[in-house]
């Protein structure tokens, strides 16, 4: 794509109003622009990124057999009544609920358990065809009095959540298991290679834990306590040891650390079926409620861990998998006609390129090339040319390699 | 994708509160989901073909210049009182407004003008950066007050909306009708070959005409009136002519027809810009307020548009370009370990295939496979076994045609 074309604006200072460094070099870099505390626009380069994570997430989601659909965002009160949810105390704190011009009463979505089992309740259910796995990439609402960082906690976000209904606890707990693995794919295909399985409490509605997925971060909001040789985790809410004591798993030594959570299962049971009314016939052709479960990541949030994890002072380091371009392709001096001929081919085999055809120093250039941050810089020079070359130059690293201009695509191939 | 891990649920009968084949045809189909008058869920099979309509779109909006965004839907009540909107009576008929509880005034999306400039009046605007072309994919609210006709008017759906900026009123026009030519090569492309331009009132804000995109269609809720032998079309809002009388064009004969809207495009020139106070550098130097381009296509309203006009009485009858799947994969008696080994071979081809592997009689899966619309269903039976064969029929013709097993692929990739 062409950077003149595609609102990439760049900004030699930090935004006055924003203090998370997710924010700070999102908006810096012109991947993201902000409309009022806690929510923002993604601009052309963000979004991108945004699309490479939507991807990765699709693929494993549709690896474990789950459906993508698309739910509503404005919710009746009366589905949200049923589960007595609209009423909650807790609810009614994060949730915008307001009455139209013509009085009637409406929700925005914070989560879909009721609008999924709304869903699935309107056919006729039973052992046959259950389980039900459903995902959406949807937008949330919350309401944050004191929205401060970014990307990591908005008044209007992205999740993608999956929901599931199942004939037994036995076959809920076998799902819940698989996403949890599907999960961790995830985090290690955006470049989350640390994120932790902490146990957390099950809340009111489910017998056992519910699940977070964690990354140690020192921007973290939560705190979580780890085993350093095993994976026994948990969070705040549940630990009870002390720090200092042996881990109960395998008498490994118990770490604390803050973290950021970036997904969570939930097994809640038939709590949710028994309040909607909601049964399945089972083999003998009896009436039971089955089996809910609730897995979500934050998409956009996502976004804002990458960028508090892949950054260096110069700008943002975006892991191969997810960044908006694989090549930065950039000219110097009089090296442009030479270089939009080069785009052109790449442009031509499909390649991920961003081509920086504006007439700018080389200063402002590079130095934009850096916090925008793809992993790989191409120069395009009248000194470059006299060697029938081009220079790379991996972002983050200092070594910079000529490679021949008729070994560029192949060169850049094996990137991909 | 299998058909019983993709969550397809057909009914025999209508829905009994609906009214508009669109939305009794798709749910019927299995395409979609009612949780309220005028807001749907799209279900695994509607929500493909959903995806279909969308990536046509972007191919054509990437392909005029314009970058993809996405724009928040929650508004806070300042940017819309910029421009007047907020108080403005049409506007609050069908914008919901309301207070959260910690007294701050919001609204929901409907449109997303003032905050598309909201975007862009952070960066420095000069003539060197304009034109900006922007858009994206996302949900727009409106309070209607009476939602009875499916997905063609919801109170939650989903658009295109593309937003520009220019230097010039010159530049402007200029992209307004290379938007008008994607706009056709668009509804083209998703089967609709009969969609016309038609004239209609600027409004306050605009001197010269703006235009919709109908399809005529008898249960349009719109009248156009248009030549039958030119490209000279009027709404009814700003048609003054008598029936009957010659086209001002070219003289033919005017004709009148109800129509379903399928798009429309404006040009705002300054209006807004002057409103909120933006302003560009000309070459001199000087500040000017840029003029405005406002591009719409009703995503969600497409997948009802074409629902109402590709069906017969068994079903629907996707075009090839936006059907869910290419081909509808099934079996007959015991022919079931073949057609899954076929299935297998063509899935690792990557080709668009439902495989029914459902346990059903004959009867119930042919008129499934009907109802659900594939444009080719492929049946593997004992019979056609015998003959190394499988049978292929075209949804909506009767002829039926017998093809070699190890053609078989290659005889697909010819409809691809």
Chains 1, 2 share one sequence.
């Not at 659909?69 to 404005?74: A, C, E, Q, T």
């Not at 960082?149 to 036995?170: C, N, P, V, W």
């Not at 008498?251 to 950021?260: H, K, L, R, T, Y």
């Not at 997904?263 to 089972?282: A, H, L, Q």
Request: proline fraction near 3%.
């Amino acid at each position: 794509m062409r950077y003149s074309q595609s609102f990439i604006n760049t900004r030699r200072d930090d935004p006055k109003d924003e203090t998370a460094t997710n924010a700070r070099l999102l908006i810096r870099g012109g991947f993201i622009d902000k409309l009022m505390a806690g929510s923002y626009t993604f601009l052309p380069l963000g979004w991108r990124v945004y699309q490479k994570i939507e991807q990765i997430v699709r693929e494993e989601m549709n690896a474990v057999g789950s459906g993508e659909i698309l739910m509503p965002l404005l919710h009746p009160r009366d589905v949200w009544n049923e589960t007595g949810r609209w009423a909650d105390p807790n609810v009614k704190q994060i949730m915008y609920q307001f009455k139209s011009v013509d009085e009637k009463e409406y929700g925005l979505s914070f989560t879909h358990e009721e609008i999924f089992l709304d869903v699935v309740r309107k056919n006729s259910l039973s052992y046959k065809n259950l389980p039900i796995k459903l995902y959406h990439f949807s937008t949330k609402f919350r309401n944050e009095p004191r929205a401060k960082s970014g990307l990591l906690r908005g008044r209007e976000f992205i999740m993608k959540d999956l929901y599931s209904l199942h004939a037994t606890q036995d076959d809920l707990d076998k799902f819940y298991w698989e996403v949890k693995d599907a999960y961790l794919r995830v985090f290690d295909r955006v470049g989350l290679k640390d994120v932790k399985v902490v146990e957390a409490s099950g809340g009111v509605f489910t017998s056992g834990h519910t699940h977070e997925f964690q990354l140690v971060s020192p921007v973290g909001e939560d705190n979580i306590y780890f085993c350093d040789k095993c994976d026994w985790a948990q969070n705040k809410e549940i630990y009870t040891h002390k720090i200092g004591e042996a881990c109960p798993k395998c008498g490994g030594q118990v770490e604390e650390a803050s973290s950021i959570e970036v997904g969570n299962i939930f097994r809640f049971g038939t709590v949710y079926s028994e309040k909607m009314g909601i049964n399945f016939k089972d083999s003998d052709g009896k009436d039971n409620p089955p089996y809910l479960g609730s897995y979500g990541i934050g998409m956009s949030r996502l976004v804002g861990v990458l960028a508090e994890v892949f950054n260096d002072e110069a700008g943002m380091k975006w892991p191969k998998s997810v960044a908006p371009f694989l090549i930065h392709l950039t000219f110097l001096g009089g090296a442009k006609d030479e270089a939009e001929k080069l785009y052109k081919s790449l442009a031509q085999k499909n390649m991920d390129v961003l081509w920086d055809d504006r007439e700018e120093s080389a200063g402002v250039k590079l130095s934009d090339a850096d916090l925008i941050g793809i992993p790989y810089r191409v120069i395009v020079s009248d000194k470059t040319l006299a060697k029938d070359s081009v220079e790379i130059k991996e972002r983050g690293s200092d070594k910079v390699e000529m490679v021949k201009l008729d070994e560029l695509s192949s060169w850049l191939e094996r990137l991909e």
